[in-house]
């Protein structure tokens, strides 16, 4: 299947190196392969790969070629800089990585001006409309939120399959990615961590009362989080607070790339699928089209709260309530839009029987059909 992100990456190839990152089997390789059939690949995590890597014999007769995992490479930034330096293009170059390639720069490093950067996410129903072409979207947000958007599991479509998949999935990232990367040796903690974040979806999270949870100190906990969202295994979602009175500063939300890990009720998923539809548009527009956005939500130390508000270059564009099946509109709306005057207000439902709108703007939508269009203005 064709990628979301396949037009914009072939414009570049001619132009500058392509850093793709993103989670682990979102698609990143097979995307990178599937731009030209007359292509060089390279592992890293491929012992006879790495000697080809540091031969620099890779063959450049042909059109593009691959560098899968460079991130893995001890100063693999002025390494690649030598490279492009050196011989600049053609052949097109792309550099593929399941871990946040800018998280891993040394002192020194800098490939400024090289390189153009794209994050690939797994699917979510925007995309799966615009491909797969679906005669059910309902039905295809149903399996989103049982198997979660990563192609393998989610073109399967079985439960037992996904179970099975989401095991392996997960150890590779800790006990492989984690060690080579961040000489993590405390994986059965990271676990039980891990753990309790499937079952916090939604809710504001204390690094104090984690850290009591697992015995160390809450600097470690929010270190072995950073680490987690450095390998895109969850992201970060911060409490918006400029100029909001009675606004909590901290206390943020973790949600993860792969929805079907999310335990709990059916809105928590819902909720978490809601976030990753936000963040891969939002990082769609950064990538694609140079825009900055940043993604939040909102809560007052009343406990007034609406669930996620998407901000672009500090203005308040949308906020976003995300409801099971209440057609009656979220009375903190009235509450926030005071602060937030340009921001356009969405409330998505997954079982509503109609949709509604309002005479100060406000929208309540069905969840599958805002999502498979989604906007963010």
């Known amino acids: 299947m ?25 698609g990143k390789t097979t995307l990178a392969k599937m731009l030209s059939q007359n292509c060089d690949y390279f592992n890293y995590d491929n012992a006879e790969h790495r000697v080809g890597l540091l031969e620099k014999s890779w063959d450049r007769s042909r059109d593009l070629v691959v560098f899968d995992e460079l991130h893995k490479l001890k100063n693999w930034k002025s390494w690649l800089k030598g490279v492009y330096d050196t011989e600049s293009i053609p052949p097109a170059i792309i550099v593929t990585g399941s871990a946040k390639l800018d ?23 925007k995309e799966i409309r615009n ?23 989610f073109l399967n479509g079985d439960t037992i399959y996904y179970n099975r998949w989401k095991r392996s999935h997960l150890d590779v990232i800790l006990k492989q990615d984690m060690i080579d990367l961040e000489k993590i040796q405390q994986i059965t903690s990271i676990e039980t961590l891990i753990q309790l974040l499937k079952r916090s979806v939604g809710s504001p999270v ?60 059916e809105g928590a998923k819902l909720e978490n699928l809601v976030a990753c539809s936000l963040l891969k548009e939002m ?16 809560k007052n130390k009343d406990g007034r709260e609406i669930d996620f508000l998407a901000v672009r270059d500090e203005l308040a564009v949308l906020m976003v309530e995300v409801k099971w099946g209440d057609d009656s509109l979220n009375k903190n709306f009235a509450l926030f839009e005071k602060y937030f005057k340009t921001a356009k207000k969405i409330q998505l439902v997954r079982e509503l029987k109609r949709e509604k709108t309002y005479p100060d703007g406000a929208e309540i939508r069905i969840a599958h059909k805002w999502l498979a269009q989604i906007t963010l203005g």
């Open 2 to 26: 064709h990628r979301y992100l396949e037009e914009q990456i072939r414009a570049d190839l001619g132009r500058k190196i392509v850093l793709l990152s993103g989670p682990r089997q979102a």
């Open 103 to 125: 998280a891993y720069r040394k002192a020194g490093d800098s490939l400024a001006g090289r390189f153009f950067q794209f994050r690939l996410h797994p699917l979510d129903l």
């Open 131 to 153: 491909t797969l072409k679906p005669d059910d979207l309902d039905a295809e947000l149903d399996k989103l939120l049982l198997v979660g958007g990563f192609p393998e599991p």
């Open 206 to 265: 204390s690094y104090n009362s984690l850290a009591q949870d697992l015995q160390c100190s809450d600097k470690t906990i929010k270190h072995w989080l950073g680490v987690l969202e450095n390998m895109y295994v969850v992201f970060k979602v911060a409490p918006f607070h400029k100029n909001i009175a009675r606004s909590i500063l901290k206390a943020p939300k973790y949600y993860f790339y792969d929805t079907g890990q999310v335990v709990g009720d």
């Open 283 to 298: 990082h769609f527009r950064e990538d694609c089209l140079g825009e900055r956005w940043s993604l939040h939500y909102l």
